[in-house]
């Protein structure tokens, strides 16, 4: 069972949140601060939501309910990820635009529909077929997920790509930097950043890489969540 690991990160994201809000009112932090908080939710409700939808009828409405604000939450993580790269590397003014704010926020609204509609909480028996949540609990061997379809698919790839954005945007401030522990906490921050996209794309490959489920390789995409904070939080603590 997961649920004590992904609230271990939940807490170690908490934890991050308010270190790096109390080191500074500056606005790039007020974002990572509000970042790791949406992944606080993120992983809270994706820790009850697997765990507990079988439980009942009423127990997978309420887990949908939750699977629907995690889709929110990882949208917004990304958002945020985001806009902390081009405070990072063009200033707060080009956050502060609103044309800019409205695409974005358009942009992930669409991806986080489409993943609520098209990638839905399901509860699969031993073959893999969708059980109706009218007769839950089920009986034998079980399994929650995520539903898949190309629109599900492609409106995932959306706020990988906002990742892919902010690691270009950051990658061109280190190239620019000159002074060695700052060009060292740059690429320390990066592979923060980026430790988050891995965690999840090992998660959504992993049933291609190690065909038997257990606890230890789903722990592999956890430590990727684990350590995230840890390197943001070092790359922007102040010496």
Same mark, same amino acid.
């Given at each position: 069972?997961?649920?004590?690991?992904?609230?271990i990160?939940?807490?170690?994201?908490l934890?991050?949140?308010?270190?790096?809000?109390?080191?500074?009112?500056?606005?790039l932090?007020k974002?990572f601060?509000?970042?790791?908080?949406?992944?606080?939710i993120?992983?809270?409700?994706d820790?009850?939501?697997?765990?507990f939808?079988?439980?009942?009828?009423?127990?997978?409405?309420?887990?949908s &309910?939750l699977?629907? +604000?995690? @889709? %929110?939450?990882?949208n *917004?993580?990304?958002?945020?990820?985001y806009?902390?790269?081009?405070?990072?590397?063009?200033?707060?003014?080009?956050?502060r635009?609103?044309?800019?704010?409205?695409?974005?926020?358009?942009?992930?609204?669409?991806?986080?529909?489409?993943m609520?509609?098209?990638a839905?909480?399901?509860?699969?028996d031993?073959?893999?077929?969708?059980?109706?949540?009218?007769?839950?609990?089920p009986?034998g061997?079980?399994t929650?997920?995520?539903?898949?379809?190309?629109?599900?698919?492609?409106?995932?790839?959306?706020?990988?790509?906002?990742?892919?954005? &902010?690691?270009?945007n +950051?990658? @061109? %401030?280190?190239?620019? *930097?000159?002074?060695?522990a700052?060009?060292?906490?740059?690429?320390?921050?990066?592979?923060?950043?980026?430790?988050?996209?891995i965690?999840?794309?090992?998660f959504?490959?992993?049933?291609l890489?190690?065909?038997?489920?257990?606890i230890?390789?789903?722990?592999?995409?956890?430590?990727?969540?684990?350590?995230s904070?840890?390197?943001?939080?070092w790359?922007?603590?102040k010496d």
């Amino acid at each position: 069972m997961l649920i004590i690991p992904k609230m271990i990160v939940a807490i170690t994201f908490l934890y991050f949140a308010f270190k790096i809000k109390r080191q500074s009112n500056y606005l790039l932090n007020k974002i990572f601060f509000f970042a790791f908080l949406s992944w606080v939710i993120y992983n809270t409700f994706d820790s009850f939501s697997f765990t507990f939808a079988p439980a009942s009828y009423t127990s997978f409405i309420i887990c949908s &309910a939750l699977w629907a +604000l995690q @889709k %929110v939450m990882l949208n *917004t993580y990304s958002g945020l990820i985001y806009n902390a790269s081009n405070i990072i590397s063009k200033g707060e003014l080009r956050v502060r635009k609103k044309k800019h704010q409205i695409i974005e926020i358009s942009i992930l609204l669409i991806s986080t529909v489409l993943m609520i509609i098209e990638a839905p909480l399901q509860i699969l028996d031993g073959n893999k077929d969708v059980i109706d949540p009218h007769t839950l609990p089920p009986t034998g061997v079980f399994t929650s997920a995520e539903g898949f379809s190309l629109i599900s698919a492609i409106a995932t790839v959306i706020p990988l790509v906002f990742y892919i954005i &902010a690691t270009v945007n +950051l990658s @061109k %401030v280190i190239k620019k *930097t000159e002074d060695r522990a700052s060009k060292k906490k740059m690429v320390v921050l990066v592979i923060g950043i980026n430790l988050i996209p891995i965690g999840l794309l090992y998660f959504l490959f992993r049933s291609l890489l190690f065909p038997i489920y257990t606890i230890w390789t789903s722990m592999i995409g956890q430590f990727c969540f684990l350590l995230s904070p840890l390197l943001i939080f070092w790359a922007l603590r102040k010496d």
